[in-house]
């Protein structure tokens, strides 16, 4: 496990259409990506009852996780439960593939079984549950691109359309009404791990477009 540098930006549709295109020029695309090139996430987000993942993040803790089950293109058949941490600005994803089943009784309450997994991060998200009160949040809905280069394992993301469930944890329900999370709809992602290739600083030099510590978990939680 390795923790990871992680940069975002605010960015505007023609920095989107000019980046996507330079970014399919010398970079990958994920091998998560439909024909389009993109794909969808829904991610259910956990906290408790201080909203304390939540609290930190606004008031920029500088050690701070966070728990989350997300699964894509709204395929309930593969499903990951997550785990994400942040040290001293470095950035730290685990995760664990779960079933259906296993997320419905998560949300169901029905946690024993967990205690008994072979699975790490499910055990550790059993203990957390019961001594920290977690209990599911908020939904957030976005569309993905991804592009992944080699060198310094570079994965850039640029994430559109990004809602929030309201105030339904409805995790399994592909007709979920949404809203958008206010005026912020395109998120660029750097992440990588020692170094970031100069052809890619390159390509990704926005001029004034300044890093941001834009949440989408924080932005859904203004409505809830």
């Not at 987000?45 to 996780?65: C, M, P, T």
């Not at 052809?199 to 834009?214: E, P």
Request: charged fraction near 30%; glycine fraction near 4%; charge should be positive.
């Amino acid at each position: 496990m390795q923790f990871r540098h992680e940069h975002k930006h605010d960015i505007n549709y023609l920095d989107y259409l000019i980046l996507r295109s330079k970014l399919k020029a010398v970079m990958q695309p994920d091998l998560n990506t439909n024909e389009d090139g993109k794909y969808q996430i829904r991610s259910l987000y956990f906290d408790n009852y201080r909203d304390v993942a939540l609290q930190d993040k606004i008031s920029g803790i500088n050690r701070r996780e966070k728990f989350r089950i997300r699964c894509y293109n709204k395929d309930f058949n593969f499903i990951n439960l997550e785990k994400k941490s942040k040290i001293n600005g470095l950035c730290l994803k685990i995760k664990a593939t779960i079933t259906k089943h296993q997320a419905a009784a998560i949300l169901d309450h029905d946690t024993d079984w967990m205690a008994k997994s072979e699975e790490p991060l499910v055990v550790e998200f059993y203990s957390k549950m019961k001594s920290g009160q977690l209990k599911p949040k908020t939904i957030v809905d976005y569309n993905r691109e991804a592009f992944v280069y080699r060198p310094g394992n570079v994965r850039i993301t640029i994430d559109r359309d990004i809602r929030t469930g309201l105030f339904s944890t409805d995790l399994f329900n592909p007709d979920l009404p949404t809203v958008a999370t206010g005026d912020q709809q395109i998120l660029l992602e750097v992440k990588y791990d020692q170094f970031i290739p100069e052809v890619i600083a390159n390509i990704i030099q926005l001029d004034g477009r300044r890093q941001t510590a834009f949440s989408k978990y924080a932005a859904s939680r203004i409505y809830s």
